[in-house]
């Protein structure tokens, strides 16, 4: 594994617990440069509005990758330890006396989303990731002593699921389907919501239209979403630097196939889409996009790119075209890509692999980003593992 930026990486050892903290197992890095190793971290009691879940499976997302790494920005650095994950699946063990959501035994997962203030109008309407004073990151992050959602120490940063347990507050429990296959259920939290949050509001979730939607990018996050549009009716068109992802993405639903670098390619389907969902995280251009955009069509972007992106202004005059952004989604929203996946068997490609393969996955996961299929940790492989 490759870390970056020493210089701006915060050090934050694990302090002595509190009375109202327990030990939990987890898998983290310690420090920076370091590999991952066992940790003890400590939960919190559960409140009366809260869950605790004992966590079976949490998706490895590319994001984690850079957070593990102080790859996320070059002004500010990750904390160590670091405890990464923020797809989250297990089951119910014990919840607090105001708890009205869930029952003990009952299936659960948590995404991106930690906590946030729960007053804005933004989280009023179910946006908790827009949050206009900020939502909390599952990990890697500071609790936000003025929402007084988390408990424990509040000067120790929040962890994430490569441990045994976890507590949160009931409103950001993701509730699972009984006979949802839990090992897949993780990566829906993350790159399932991400494609699902576009799609939702940009109408692509209305049955009753039947829309061109172009997916850039043919990966975990792509191939997710070709698998979503497909599966509500749409026409899908894969969209990709070379013709090498054309039978994969056709496999996953995808109706066409366009090679951004290919002009001809470009030109057979030009000014024919509705909506383009652009999961590219590398600096590029967006033109060969917009040029496939149809009159009022929508490119949103989803990729963090800190550098700033070049586009031709008078392209989007010429089809009164947009350029967007998009982020996760809402509580409601991922609870309904979850109902939606399980209605209709709509899964990510997933591969289980255990705490013996972190070191092999990131470094895999850092030097290509084109993998179709999402990495997901068996926290039973905890066991033994020290």
Not at 6 to 27: C, L, R, S, T
Not at 121 to 140: L, M, P, S, W
Not at 181 to 195: Q, S, V
Request: aromatic share 8%; hydrophobic share 35%.
């Amino acid at each position: 594994m490759k870390f970056s930026s020493p210089d701006i990486a915060v050090h934050k050892p694990i302090p002595e617990p509190q009375e109202n903290e327990y030990p939990v197992k987890a898998w983290g890095v310690e420090k920076f440069g370091e590999n991952f190793k066992p940790l003890t971290i400590y939960r919190y009691q559960v409140g009366e509005y809260d869950v605790k879940f004992q966590i079976k499976f949490c998706g490895i997302c590319h994001s984690d990758v850079h957070n593990v790494l102080n790859e996320m920005s070059t002004t500010r650095g990750s904390t160590y330890p670091i405890v990464p994950g923020h797809e989250l699946v297990g089951t119910v063990v014990e919840v607090g006396d105001k708890v009205t959501r869930v029952k003990v035994g009952e299936n659960v997962g948590v995404g991106c989303v930690r906590d946030s203030c729960l007053l804005c109008e933004v989280c009023d309407r179910g946006e908790e990731c827009y949050c206009k004073r900020g939502f909390t990151h599952t990990y890697n992050t500071p609790k936000n002593k003025d929402y007084g959602h988390i408990g424990g120490n509040p000067e120790v940063q929040n962890w994430g699921g490569y441990s045994e347990f976890d507590v949160i507050h009931e409103h950001f429990i993701i509730k699972i389907p009984d006979d949802m296959p839990l090992e897949k259920a993780g990566p829906i939290l993350c790159a399932g919501i991400t494609m699902w949050s576009p799609l939702n509001h940009w109408g692509a979730t209305d049955t009753t239209k039947k829309l061109n939607i172009g997916i850039v990018g043919i990966g975990g996050l792509g191939t997710m979403g070709i698998k979503l549009a497909s599966a509500l009716g749409h026409r899908v068109i894969a969209i990709s630097s070379s013709d090498k992802k054309r039978e994969l993405a056709k496999s996953k639903g995808a109706t066409g196939y366009v090679v951004s670098n290919d002009p001809a390619s470009v030109a057979a389907e030009s000014g024919k889409l509705d909506l383009i969902l652009n999961t590219v995280s590398a600096h590029h251009s967006l033109t060969p996009y917009i040029t496939l955009l149809k009159t009022d069509g929508t490119l949103v972007n989803l990729g963090c790119i800190a550098a700033p992106m070049q586009y031709n202004q008078f392209m989007l005059l010429l089809k009164r075209a947009s350029i967007a952004g998009s982020l996760i989604g809402g509580i409601p929203a991922t609870q309904e890509v979850i109902d939606f996946c399980h209605k209709k068997q709509v899964y990510p490609d997933v591969k289980l692999v255990g705490v013996g393969d972190l070191e092999r996955v990131y470094t895999e996961l850092q030097e290509n980003n084109s993998a179709a299929v999402r990495y997901v940790l068996d926290i039973k492989s905890f066991r033994g593992s020290e």
